[in-house]
């Protein structure tokens, strides 16, 4: 393993361990669902995909919500974990090819990880509710994915650049 790979695979656990953590703080607001307003997973998976790469975002974003249901009991595993799984894989995946490919272009790279990422959060939470015979229709993703979530959306818009731009230069990966 190179020495940039182990640098790369701590500050992955760095951002796991951030994912972990955020939720449970986040609980202390007073908003009701205050996970689904602000997203806190969503920040570390992102910047570990701008940072490490799309390989080490997409293994972040996967992991992230299995352990937080193994220490925590939520997201329930089916079918929100398992959506949350997929949606947060794709967005470390994403956000580190888009802002390779890009050249460093962090809101270009964010919004196309977001959408992305709602999408596959979309289909795979139509599919895994409808196996498990709970209707999630159109409307619910619209709601949920969407108007419920958008003060997260812009937390992750505004937070994001000022966090990997210092970062990005203070750290060489």
């Given at each position: 393993?190179?020495?940039?790979?182990?640098?790369?695979?701590?500050?992955?656990?760095?951002?796991?361990?951030?994912?972990?953590?955020?939720?449970?703080?986040?609980?202390?607001?007073?908003?009701?669902?205050?996970g689904s307003v602000?997203?806190?997973?969503?920040?570390?998976?992102?910047?570990?995909?701008?940072?490490?790469?799309?390989?080490?975002?997409?293994?972040?974003?996967?992991?992230?919500?299995?352990?937080?249901?193994?220490?925590?009991g939520m997201p329930p595993l089916f079918?929100?974990?398992?959506?949350?799984?997929?949606?947060?894989?794709?967005?470390?995946?994403?956000?580190?090819?888009?802002?390779?490919?890009?050249?460093?272009?962090?809101?270009?790279?964010?919004?196309?990880?977001?959408?992305?990422?709602?999408?596959?959060?979309?289909?795979?939470?139509?599919?895994?509710?409808?196996?498990?015979?709970?209707?999630?229709?159109?409307?619910?993703?619209?709601?949920?994915?969407?108007?419920?979530?958008?003060?997260?959306?812009?937390?992750?818009?505004?937070?994001?650049?000022?966090?990997?731009?210092?970062?990005?230069?203070?750290?060489?990966?």
């Amino acid at each position: 393993m190179t020495k940039s790979s182990t640098k790369k695979l701590v500050f992955t656990g760095l951002c796991i361990a951030i994912g972990l953590l955020l939720p449970q703080v986040i609980k202390l607001i007073p908003i009701p669902n205050a996970g689904s307003v602000l997203l806190p997973m969503h920040i570390p998976v992102l910047i570990c995909g701008i940072v490490c790469g799309a390989r080490f975002g997409a293994i972040s974003g996967l992991i992230l919500p299995f352990i937080t249901f193994l220490l925590t009991g939520m997201p329930p595993l089916f079918p929100i974990g398992l959506s949350m799984m997929l949606e947060l894989a794709t967005y470390g995946l994403v956000i580190g090819l888009a802002y390779q490919y890009t050249n460093g272009k962090i809101f270009i790279s964010l919004i196309t990880s977001m959408i992305l990422g709602r999408i596959i959060y979309g289909l795979a939470s139509t599919v895994l509710y409808n196996m498990g015979s709970m209707p999630f229709g159109f409307e619910a993703f619209i709601s949920g994915a969407l108007i419920v979530a958008l003060p997260g959306i812009i937390i992750q818009l505004i937070l994001i650049p000022f966090i990997v731009k210092p970062l990005k230069n203070s750290i060489a990966i």
